[in-house]
């Protein structure tokens, strides 16, 4: 025994509990999301954003994978091109994200077109994978003497990504599966996923991807075919991570892979790859009913939104490991936020409302929804963001993302100080492109006799509520205006007793045990909290409260307002109104004093939107722009101005001197070129 190290003890443990890992009792009834295709969206804000994604982001993605060379890798192993391997070597995962984008939009809109261009690039994916499962066109060119020299599978899992392009395969196959009821590309994921399991797990191969992601595609691969394996190796990935189970080495913080899960106490390291990690461990510890995961996911949320979260919503500071820095260091011109963490971030943040339906997910999630992530293509849709920082001087070329030292020999490879049309690592537009449309799923979600209003997107779903099917339509222009309507048909009254329901509602609680509730979101910055925690404070006071009624009866928001929702449980009719009253003042923002990249500085926030101040609205400058004591914005609408859009205007200092100054929404800046932006302002004298 003396001879046994004590790691070699603790990873021989780990290998005995993961094999024999069953699903526990769950925690409680998690909370559904309701389908996308239950949904119509009428939103004044994200129904152009979704029609533009499908009608000019995803061809042209679809365009540029063809343009770059990455539809003609897969061509050359599967036998129908001659020539070389061209690329970098994760060009694989963004036709597969691709085509998860153009599945999303096939079920916006039927589009028999595209899906025949589906169907014919998954026939060159099954073509080109081996009989054995395996597709990764890198390193299969490898072995054939027609790509980079002496690339082996399964020999660096560290910088290869098998494991992560699988991921990204899975999620495109469920996809294409779920959307058009085929199953071309799912059976090519399976295969590949069979590969998997084959050689990773208990008393196989121990051992974990250099960038996690195959961790939440394993579950959703479960939710899709039912086969819990899939759900378990997911399990066996989270909780390899950090630990030197079977012999391996630990890789470090980069990857997250520097202490098992329940011993990390920091987001350190890259921050799409920490964020998907945390997804795919929220997905695992709800399944398994082990609440340890969500303790520690828990622990290191508050970490990021408390001390490493941008006003826009974004994560990671570092353009070196495109990750966190050290806590407080958050400076605006270098900042990355990259959008893949951005949409990583959110995918963290729902899981986590899954396992614990607390408002100040989604309040998060909503600063980062219409800040950084909106941000994240233009006007246009067809140039986009790798990087989005919070202040450019128009000359920092900081639209490049992650590129290797012989980059210039690739197309796209030039730094940029705004929007791209592609990138060398073009991660970042297929990621947007895949998730925009899952974002009005997140509006509403149900558990039992319970519905969660979290996000305020006007249009009409059906839920499911205490086993019948409710509609429910909102109303509203959110966020340029606080009045959000929600009406409700549902077909028979619900609640036993209409008197005793009501007296609940009001405050006696005890009378009812199984009344339906509807819990609606009231947003942290409504009640003077910009975000969870002391990271961010209004520095000016909020003149009005909420206002919440109920078939025009005023039901006081202190009395039923339960981990930032309002909790109302009644006899509920068809015809039934809910009526929420936002006050949207503009709010000056500040900083935690430790931010020291914001000391002394203000920004602007109105609803849940982050204004900055754009060059090409003051004369090319607005880095010497200050803040005037006691100046007052208002709001004003410009139809004529990038597309149409409600703006900011008041006056500002100069060297001293009071001049007419415009904010215009965070996530419209740079489509008017390259110029100076600034969202912290200077306080001035």
């Known amino acids: 025994m003396s001879q046994w190290h004590l790691s070699e003890l603790i990873a021989l443990i780990l290998a005995w509990s993961l094999q024999e890992a069953l699903p526990g009792e769950p925690l409680q009834e998690a909370v559904r999301f309701v389908e996308f295709q239950r949904l119509r969206v009428s939103d004044a804000f994200w129904k152009p954003l979704l029609d533009r994604n499908r009608a000019v982001t995803i061809p042209h993605i679809l365009r540029m994978c063809r343009e770059a060379g990455i539809v003609a890798n897969f061509e050359r192993v599967a036998g129908l091109r001659d020539g070389d391997y061209r690329g970098l070597p994760n060009w694989d995962e963004f036709l597969y994200k691709a085509i998860e984008a153009a599945c999303y939009g096939l ?15 998954i026939a060159v994916l099954a073509k080109a994978q081996d009989a054995d499962g395996y597709l990764r066109t890198v390193i299969q060119m490898s072995e054939r003497g027609r790509g980079p020299a002496n690339l082996k599978r399964w020999s660096n899992l ?22 058009t009821g085929k199953r071309s590309l799912l059976d090519v994921a399976l295969k590949n996923a069979e590969l998997i399991t084959r050689l990773f797990g208990p008393g196989k191969r121990v051992d974990v991807c250099g960038h996690e992601e195959i961790e939440p595609a394993l579950v959703r691969l479960y939710e899709a075919t039912g086969d819990a394996r899939w759900w378990k190796l997911a ?98 011109r270098t900042a990355y936020t990259e959008i893949c963490a951005a949409v990583s971030f959110a995918m963290w943040a729902t899981r986590m409302f899954r396992v614990e339906p607390d408002a100040r997910y989604f309040d998060v999630i909503e600063r980062t929804l219409y800040n950084n992530l909106a941000a994240g293509v233009s006007l246009s849709g067809d140039r986009y963001f790798y990087a989005c920082p919070l202040e450019s001087d128009g000359k920092f070329t ?37 998730y925009l449309p899952q974002v009005p799923g997140f509006t509403y979600a149900a558990r039992g006799n319970e519905l969660f209003v979290n996000l305020f997107i006007a249009g009409e779903a059906k839920v499911e509520v205490g086993g019948a099917t409710w509609k429910v339509k909102q109303e509203g222009n959110y966020p340029w205006d606080g009045r959000v309507k929600l009406v409700l048909s549902i077909p028979a009254p619900v609640g036993a007793d209409v008197r005793r329901l009501n007296s609940a509602a009001a405050g006696d609680q005890g009378l009812v045990t199984s009344a339906p509730t509807i819990w609606l979101r009231i947003p942290g ?57 936002l006050p949207m003042p503009v709010r000056r923002v500040v900083a935690h004093p430790n931010v020291r990249d914001c000391v002394s500085k203000v920004a602007f926030q109105r609803g849940p ?74 306080s001035g004298n």
């Open 398 to 434: 900081f639209n490049l993302g992650w590129a290797p030292a012989n980059v210039a020999r690739l197309p796209h490879a030039e730094a940029s100080a705004t929007r791209k049309e592609w990138f060398p690592c073009a991660c970042c537009p297929p990621t947007l492109a895949r």
């Open 107 to 121: 079920q916006q809109r039927p589009d028999p077109a595209l899906e025949k261009e589906l169907d014919d690039l």
């Open 609 to 682: 939107i982050v204004y900055c101040f754009e060059g090409a609205d003051h004369g090319g400058c607005v880095l010497d722009l200050a803040l005037l004591p006691g100046a007052n914005f208002n709001r004003v609408r410009h139809d004529d101005l990038l597309g149409g859009t409600w703006v900011l205007e008041g006056f500002l200092s100069r060297n001293g001197r009071a001049v007419p100054a415009r904010a215009i929404s965070y996530h419209l800046w740079s489509n008017r070129g390259a110029g100076e932006m600034v969202v912290w302002l200077k």
């Open 235 to 332: 399990k066996f990935f989270v909780d390899t991570r950090g630990t030197e189970a079977g012999g391996r080495r630990k890789r470090g913080e980069f990857s997250q892979d520097h202490a098992p899960l329940f011993e990390q106490t920091e987001a350190v390291g890259q921050a799409p790859r920490a964020t998907y990690f945390y997804a795919g461990a929220a997905d695992v510890g709800r399944l398994s009913g082990d609440s340890r995961y969500h303790t520690a996911l828990r622990r290191l949320w508050e970490n990021v939104v408390t001390r490493k979260l941008y006003l826009n919503g974004g994560i990671g500071s570092h353009h070196e490991n495109e990750g966190f820095g050290p806590a407080y260091e958050l400076p605006s």
């Open 158 to 179: 560290s910088d290869n990504l098998e494991l992560y392009c699988a991921g990204h395969l899975i999620e495109a196959g469920v996809a294409h599966f779920q959307v």
């Open 525 to 581: 910055w409504a009640q003077d909290e910009p975000v969870p925690g002391d990271l961010y404070r209004f520095a000016n006071a909020a003149a009005d409260a909420p206002r919440l009624t109920v078939n025009g009866q005023r039901v006081e928001l202190r009395s039923v307002l339960t981990n930032g929702f309002a909790r109302l449980t009644r006899a509920w009719r068809s015809g039934d109104v809910i009526q929420l009253d």
